[in-house]
C-alpha cells in the first residue's frame, strides 16, 4: 500500500475510532469513504482493524456503549461489507452475535482520546431527557470548551477552578487530567446529576474531598501541589447560592458550557456570576469563561445584554484551532470570557 494510502487508512480508522467510543450518531461516520476503501483487496483487513479500533477496543470492552448503539454500528459494518465482498467476514458476526445476547442497561458509556493517550471515560443516561433533567448526557459545547482548555492549559495550571452546571463532567475531568489544576470543583444541583458526577469522578481515577460548606478552610486544601488535582463535587443552586458561600471556594477561574437553556436560566446564571464578582483573592475576582452552542441568537443576545446591565465585561475568544472530540461540525459554538 502507497504511504498515501496508509495515511488515507490511519485516517479513517482515527475517525471511526474516536466516534465510536464517544456513541456518537451513526449518520456521523465516514461510511462513503470507507465504501471506497472496501472495493481494495485489503478491504478484510480495514474492516478487522475498525472491529479492534471499535467494539473490541480496549477501553470499550471495559467501559461498553449502549447494546443498542453498538447493534446498529455493527449491522452497518456487516452491510458495508457484504455490498461489496460474498464471502463473510467471521468475526463481524461473531461481534454482532455477543452484542444480540446482551441486556440494554439504563446507563452506558461514553469516551474521548486524550492528546497524552489517556482518555475520559463517562457514564451517561442512555436518554437525552432522563430523571428530570438534560444533565445527565455530555452536550457538544462542553466538548468545545474541553479542546480550548487542551489548547491553552496555562489557563488551569496550578489554579482552583468552580464549574457551573457541570453535568456528566467531560470538561472538567478533561482539565483534571491534562491541564495540572491545583483544584477542581465540579457542581450542579440535581441530585441525581450529582450522583452521577462523583461516579464519573472516581471512574477516571479521582478521589473526592469531603463535601465540607467551606472547601478552602479544609486542611487538603494547604496541602503543597501535587500531579493530581484535589477535586470536589458540590450542590450549587444558582438562585439561592450567597456570595460567601461562592467564596468559599476561592476560585481562580469559573468555567461553564452550554448552560444557556431559555431566559430563566440565563438569568440565574448572570446572578451567581455576580456574586462570584464579589470574590475576591488577592485583590482579584476570577475570570470566567462560558461556552454555548449558538441554536438561537436572541438567546445569546439575552445573555450579553444581562451581562452589561450587571456592570460584567466580556469578549469573545477566537475560535481554536485542533478538533479532539468529534462533534457535529455544522454547529456553531462560542467561548466568552468574562472580566467579573
Known amino acids: 500500500m502507497a504511504p498515501e494510502e496508509n495515511g488515507e487508512a490511519a485516517r479513517l480508522l482515527r475517525s471511526f475510532e474516536r466516534r465510536f467510543l464517544a456513541a456518537r450518531a451513526l449518520r456521523s461516520f465516514p461510511w462513503q469513504s470507507l465504501e471506497e476503501k472496501l472495493r481494495d483487496s485489503s478491504g478484510s483487513e480495514l474492516l478487522l482493524n475498525i472491529l479492534r479500533k471499535t467494539v473490541k477496543h480496549p477501553v470499550c470492552v471495559k467501559h461498553p456503549p449502549s447494546v443498542k448503539y453498538a447493534r446498529g454500528f455493527l449491522s452497518e459494518l456487516i452491510r458495508k461489507h457484504e455490498a461489496v465482498h460474498t464471502e463473510p467476514l467471521d468475526e463481524l458476526y461473531e461481534a454482532l452475535a455477543e452484542v444480540l445476547t ?22 451517561e443516561s442512555t436518554a437525552i431527557v432522563s430523571h428530570g433533567t438534560t444533565g445527565l448526557v455530555t ?3 462542553a466538548l468545545y470548551l474541553a479542546e480550548w482548555a487542551l489548547e491553552n492549559p496555562a489557563a488551569f495550571t496550578h489554579r482552583t477552578i468552580l464549574e457551573l452546571g457541570s453535568g456528566a463532567g467531560l470538561t472538567g475531568l478533561a482539565i483534571c487530567k491534562t491541564c495540572r489544576p491545583r483544584a477542581y470543583i465540579f457542581s450542579d444541583c440535581h441530585s441525581r446529576v450529582l450522583e452521577q458526577l462523583q461516579g464519573n469522578v472516581l471512574l477516571n481515577g479521582f478521589s473526592l474531598e469531603p463535601n465540607v460548606t467551606t472547601p478552602a478552610q479544609h486542611p487538603a486544601f494547604e496541602t503543597p501541589d501535587t500531579d493530581s488535582p484535589r ?5 450549587l443552586d444558582w438562585d439561592v447560592v450567597t456570595a460567601p458561600q461562592l467564596a468559599a471556594f476561592w476560585p481562580d477561574i469559573v468555567i461553564a458550557a452550554d448552560v444557556l437553556y431559555c431566559p430563566e436560566t440565563i438569568l440565574s446564571l448572570v ?8 470574590c475576591q483573592k488577592d485583590q482579584q475576582a476570577p475570570d470566567a469563561y462560558v461556552a454555548f452552542t449558538i441554536r438561537n441568537p436572541e438567546t445569546c443576545q439575552l445573555f450579553t445584554t444581562e451581562l452589561g446591565r450587571a456592570g460584567i465585561l466580556w469578549e469573545e475568544l477566537p475560535r481554536h484551532d485542533q478538533k479532539l472530540f ?13 472580566t467579573l
Not at 109 to 119: A, E, F, M, N, V
Not at 271 to 278: R, T
Open 102 to 123: 446482551a441486556e440494554e442497561p439504563t446507563q452506558c458509556h461514553r469516551s474521548y482520546l486524550l492528546p497524552s493517550g489517556d482518555s475520559v471515560t463517562l457514564s
Open 139 to 141: 452536550w457538544n459545547a
Open 231 to 235: 477535586v470536589t463535587v458540590a450542590r
Open 271 to 278: 446572578g451567581v456570576l455576580q456574586k462570584l464578582s464579589a
Open 326 to 338: 468529534p462533534y457535529e461540525e455544522h454547529l456553531e459554538m462560542a467561548i466568552l470570557k468574562l
